[in-house]
């Protein structure tokens, strides 16, 4: 596998992924790695498995959303491990829409865990690790050129439709959908059209999702508070989503790689017919400017 990976250009190596320049113009092969990282890098692991069981549910949730309209840089997967993407300009922030308080916001505004918002709220983070991705806000956005008031409204927009359709989605089940983290990449069409897509991923590494009935973290919060069996908290989510056999893809308390190439890969032949809606560079209707 390493002697494979020396053949192809490695574009990007993130803390759970790598971009690898793809097999087709215009796209790139998203690599799942089986790293684990929490608090900005503070504390690290690798979990057997774990790669695979996020290509394969965020390969999945990214073809939902693109049934419902919502365009998304995944094209389709290409082994247990890797997926094909678009390749797109990342824009450097990280979206995160709230609707349990839980993680950072408990500890900014002393929210209890658990408390259901009367209303799903978004918040914006500057991606950069060095600076421990800084909460940021519109007037932010604007001043430093990070996207334009277009693009933010085409964001929003993507984003309450997300978060509308992953709440029935994870509630159909059995689970509640706590939190989750969106990243949108520009694509240019032929003639300098500008598209806004959904890219990185979905999966429990940036989403948190409670059990409906008990309230067990089956996300990566097991690993950030030392909850154990975080490699089976992925595997229930999966297992729930129809992605792996019922039995489970772990075997004498092992990840079994046999048992999981053999799973049916996943094509996102929706991303191929779209045809994308470019921007609407008129003024927004409700306008965010400065």
């Given at each position: 596998m390493a002697s494979m990976f020396n053949r192809r250009k490695m574009i990007y190596e993130g803390k759970a992924k790598i971009l690898y320049e793809g097999t087709e113009p215009g796209t790139y092969i998203q690599y799942f790695k089986d790293d684990a990282s929490a608090f900005n890098g503070q504390k690290k692991a690798t979990i057997a498995g774990k790669g695979v069981l996020n290509n394969r549910i965020s390969s999945h949730i990214m073809t939902k959303l693109e049934s419902i309209g919502v365009p998304t840089h995944f094209l389709r997967s290409l082994n247990?491990?890797?997926?094909?993407?678009?390749?797109?300009?990342?824009?450097?922030?990280?979206?995160?829409?709230?609707?349990?308080?839980?993680?950072?916001?408990?500890?900014?505004?002393?929210?209890?865990?658990?408390?259901?918002?009367?209303?799903?709220?978004i918040e914006f983070y500057l991606k950069k690790d060095e600076l421990g991705d800084p909460l940021v806000n519109e007037q932010h956005i604007f001043t430093f050129g990070w996207a334009d008031p277009f693009e933010l409204e085409e964001i929003i927009g993507q984003t309450y439709r997300v978060n509308d359709y992953l709440n029935g989605l994870f509630a159909g089940i059995g689970l509640r959908l706590v939190d989750f983290k969106l990243e949108f990449g520009r694509l240019w069409g032929e003639y300098d059209e500008l598209y806004i897509i959904l890219a990185d991923e979905i999966s429990p590494d940036n989403c948190r999702l409670w059990d409906a009935k008990t309230n067990e973290?089956?996300?990566?919060?097991?690993?950030?508070?030392?909850?154990?069996?975080?490699?089976?908290?992925?595997?229930?989510?999966?297992?729930?989503?129809?992605?792996?056999?019922?039995?489970?893809?772990?075997?004498?308390g092992a990840f079994d790689e046999k048992l999981a190439e053999g799973l049916e890969e996943i094509d996102n032949e929706l991303a191929r017919e779209r045809r994308l809606r470019a921007v609407n560079k008129t003024p927004p209707k409700s306008p965010r400017g400065v």
């Amino acid at each position: 596998m390493a002697s494979m990976f020396n053949r192809r250009k490695m574009i990007y190596e993130g803390k759970a992924k790598i971009l690898y320049e793809g097999t087709e113009p215009g796209t790139y092969i998203q690599y799942f790695k089986d790293d684990a990282s929490a608090f900005n890098g503070q504390k690290k692991a690798t979990i057997a498995g774990k790669g695979v069981l996020n290509n394969r549910i965020s390969s999945h949730i990214m073809t939902k959303l693109e049934s419902i309209g919502v365009p998304t840089h995944f094209l389709r997967s290409l082994n247990m491990r890797e997926q094909l993407v678009r390749q797109v300009e990342v824009i450097p922030l990280e979206v995160v829409v709230r609707n349990i308080a839980a993680g950072s916001m408990c500890k900014r505004l002393g929210v209890k865990e658990g408390t259901i918002l009367p209303n799903p709220v978004i918040e914006f983070y500057l991606k950069k690790d060095e600076l421990g991705d800084p909460l940021v806000n519109e007037q932010h956005i604007f001043t430093f050129g990070w996207a334009d008031p277009f693009e933010l409204e085409e964001i929003i927009g993507q984003t309450y439709r997300v978060n509308d359709y992953l709440n029935g989605l994870f509630a159909g089940i059995g689970l509640r959908l706590v939190d989750f983290k969106l990243e949108f990449g520009r694509l240019w069409g032929e003639y300098d059209e500008l598209y806004i897509i959904l890219a990185d991923e979905i999966s429990p590494d940036n989403c948190r999702l409670w059990d409906a009935k008990t309230n067990e973290k089956l996300d990566k919060d097991r690993f950030r508070h030392d909850l154990g069996n975080v490699i089976e908290g992925y595997q229930e989510i999966a297992k729930r989503l129809g992605l792996v056999p019922q039995g489970g893809l772990i075997s004498d308390g092992a990840f079994d790689e046999k048992l999981a190439e053999g799973l049916e890969e996943i094509d996102n032949e929706l991303a191929r017919e779209r045809r994308l809606r470019a921007v609407n560079k008129t003024p927004p209707k409700s306008p965010r400017g400065v």
